[in-house]
């Protein structure tokens, strides 16, 4: 298993709504409901937003929400904020039992 | 209220061991895996293992297998991370975090500790 892939880089306006992937195989994402997504601010701790591909944790905004098909997991945020730039990390339990992070994709709020 | 509390920043020689500690409180740390992630200098995050306190029953990444070893004390709710030798590319923030099993996801973070290896 190596990293699950994430585009490098997403940007978005204000207002706008936008949409990041994570693909990975039939031994991960593919496998199981356990994708998780994570933000990251510069300097920050990672902070869940997304558990079990849909599962919005309390105080997390209801403009994040995640999917899945097949081997490809996605997170949408709608209504962008400037606050929502930040890099955003997914996750998979995999068949080997391990947990894989993907390589993170860095959203701009131009 | 949860709280992952990591032990502070290090600088170290390649060569010399470490061990850096996770304290835990607001939960019994005997029902829940802790983790371990590995953040090197702006890059992406890296799992690193997982252990279980009630048993110290630990799974580790192939690519961190038998380069570190995590450890659970169950008396003071710790869980440790540690190297017998360190490497200048074992430099980075490490952090705990707590697994929900079942569920396969970690939903609250040590602060992380920054290793720093030079000589």
């Known amino acids: 298993h190596s990293a699950l892939t994430q585009p490098a880089s997403v940007s978005g306006s204000p207002g706008q709504s936008i949409t990041m992937s994570c693909t990975g195989t039939?031994?991960?994402?593919?496998?199981?409901?356990?994708v998780s997504w994570y933000q990251q601010h510069p300097g920050k701790v990672p902070k869940l937003i997304i558990s079990?591909?849909?599962n919005r944790p309390s105080g997390v905004s209801n403009r994040f929400s995640g999917s899945k098909s097949g081997n490809t997991a996605s997170l949408t945020i709608s209504g962008l904020q400037a606050d929502d730039e930040a890099f955003y990390y997914c996750?998979?339990?995999?068949?080997?039992?391990?947990?894989?992070f993907g390589g993170g994709t860095k959203l701009t709020v131009l | 209220e949860v709280q992952l509390v990591q032990s502070g920043a290090e600088v170290k020689k390649p060569g010399e061991s470490l061990k850096i500690s996770c304290s835990v409180s607001?939960?019994?740390?005997?029902?829940?895996?802790i983790g371990w992630v590995r953040q090197l200098p702006g890059d992406r995050l890296e799992w690193m293992g997982i252990?279980?306190?009630?048993?110290?029953?630990?799974k580790y990444s192939q690519s961190f297998k038998g380069q570190v070893t995590i450890s659970a004390d169950r008396s003071n709710n710790t869980a440790s991370l540690q190297w017998s030798s360190l490497k200048a590319s074992d430099t980075a923030i490490y952090y705990c975090?707590?697994?929900?099993?079942?569920?396969?996801?970690?939903?609250?973070w040590g602060q992380g500790t920054l290793v720093t290896v030079s000589s």
């Open positions: 975090a707590r697994l929900v099993l079942g569920r396969y996801y970690f939903d609250y």
């Open positions: 607001g939960y019994r740390f005997t029902t829940y895996w």
């Open positions: 252990i279980y306190p009630d048993d110290s029953n630990t």
């Open positions: 039939s031994s991960d994402v593919g496998s199981y409901n356990y």
């Open positions: 079990s591909v849909t």
């Open positions: 996750a998979s339990y995999t068949t080997n039992s391990t947990l894989l």
